[in-house]
């Protein structure tokens, strides 16, 4: 435990400054080491008690995942086959997903994946939507097909991610896979929740027997998790064995922090800005954040920044491991639908007959 005092410049600046040192922190072992940040402004007095908390780097740990799939691209290609291909249709021009999609291509590029996005009005009828998914999924040069989310309100999420075909859901969404991976059969894994999960096997931490808490219950995020952190042997590699408990948007917060002041791993995942806070965690605690939200900064050129869902400068002065946002668990999904794509270009899951 290090006992430090600093002067700064700026609450906001501070925030960012101790992010950086964390990562330092992360890349180092512990040490004495000594913030100091720079600016014109306010000058604030401030007292920061740091631990080693150490960061899970989510940007490294994607990069590794990527050079793995990238490596066996490499294979395929070189032995004259065409290399896997991932579609995404978008529908409308949502921001974020436009980030996202942005990603998903740039991380196609780097892994030798061929990629396309199909880009369609927000006025499409959801039968003309479901007619373009059958042409894809018809499409034998087509390995990977996903409808990024969400769709406009007149179209069903259900009825589209149930009409992508099972063995080229990437995503996962399909209730064929969603039930498969219920009952531990084979199944395509959803990037954000098989991410969350390789970020704690790659980092070595231990789930078996400990505590976890998710908090959120999301079809595709906060229940796969929970699903997988509970899970038994059969699970392979990615099972938990953890004894889990699932928080949501009802649990009373006098009753959250029951969960998550017992808790050894906390995975928050709620959507909610600093849902999770230095005084509901304990000593030692393993965070992983898959919050993300858009909040305004007048720090920032009256531009909005993102941030997850846990206050990442007070945790990480009592967690153990603890991800950022940006750069932990949403560079991981990335990574990992490149993993599924690999997966589908190889037929490598099979759904039981029916
Ligand atoms: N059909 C479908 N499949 C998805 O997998 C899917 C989706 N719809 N809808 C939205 C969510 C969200 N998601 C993310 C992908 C990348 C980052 C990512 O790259 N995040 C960067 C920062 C990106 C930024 O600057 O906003 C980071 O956390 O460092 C985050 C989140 C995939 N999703």
């Known amino acids: 435990m290090l006992q430090m005092t600093s002067v700064i410049f700026s609450r906001r600046l501070c925030v960012f400054g101790c992010k950086l040192l964390l990562r ?92 396309d996005t199909i880009r369609l009005p927000n006025s499409i009828t959801e039968k003309e939507l479901l007619t373009e998914l059958d042409l894809l999924n018809n499409d034998p040069n087509v390995d990977g097909l996903l409808v990024q989310l969400p769709v406009p309100d007149h179209i069903c999420e259900r009825t589209i991610c149930d009409s992508v075909a099972p063995e080229k859901d990437v995503d996962g969404f399909n209730i064929m896979n969603v039930g498969s991976f219920c009952v531990d059969a084979e199944s395509f894994i959803p990037a954000t929740p098989a991410a969350v999960m390789q970020m704690i096997k790659r980092t070595g931490i231990e789930t078996f027997g400990k505590n976890a808490v998710v908090c959120g219950r999301s079809k595709n995020v906060g229940l796969p998790i929970a699903i997988f952190l509970h899970g038994d042997g059969d699970r392979g590699n990615l099972a938990g064995d953890a004894t889990t408990t699932i928080c949501h948007r009802y649990t009373p917060p ?43 900064h007048p720090d920032n050129n009256g531009k909005s920044m993102l941030v997850g869902d846990v206050d990442f400068e007070g945790v990480s002065q009592k967690a153990s491991y603890i991800s950022p946002v940006p750069g932990g668990v949403g560079p991981c999904t990335v990574a990992m639908l490149m993993k599924n794509t690999l997966l589908a270009y190889k037929k490598e899951i099979h759904f039981a007959a029916h």
């Open 254 to 296: 006098e009753q959250l922090q029951v969960f998550t002041k017992t808790a050894d791993i906390i995975v928050a995942a709620a959507g909610v800005p600093n849902l999770i806070t230095a005084d509901i965690v304990k000593e030692g605690v393993v965070v992983i954040d898959v919050g993300i939200n858009r909040v305004d």
């Open 24 to 115: 330092k922190i992360g890349e180092q072992s512990s040490g004495n080491v000594t913030p100091f940040c720079q600016g014109a402004g306010r000058k604030l007095h401030v007292t920061a008690r740091l631990s080693a908390a150490k960061l899970i780097d989510g940007v490294a740990i994607a990069k590794q995942i990527r050079d793995e799939v990238k490596a066996e691209v490499s294979e395929i290609t070189a032995s004259g086959k065409r290399p896997p291909q991932l579609t995404v249709v978008l529908v409308g021009s949502d921001p974020a997903s436009v980030i996202y999609i942005k990603n998903k291509i740039k991380a196609c590029e780097y892994t030798g994946i061929t990629s």
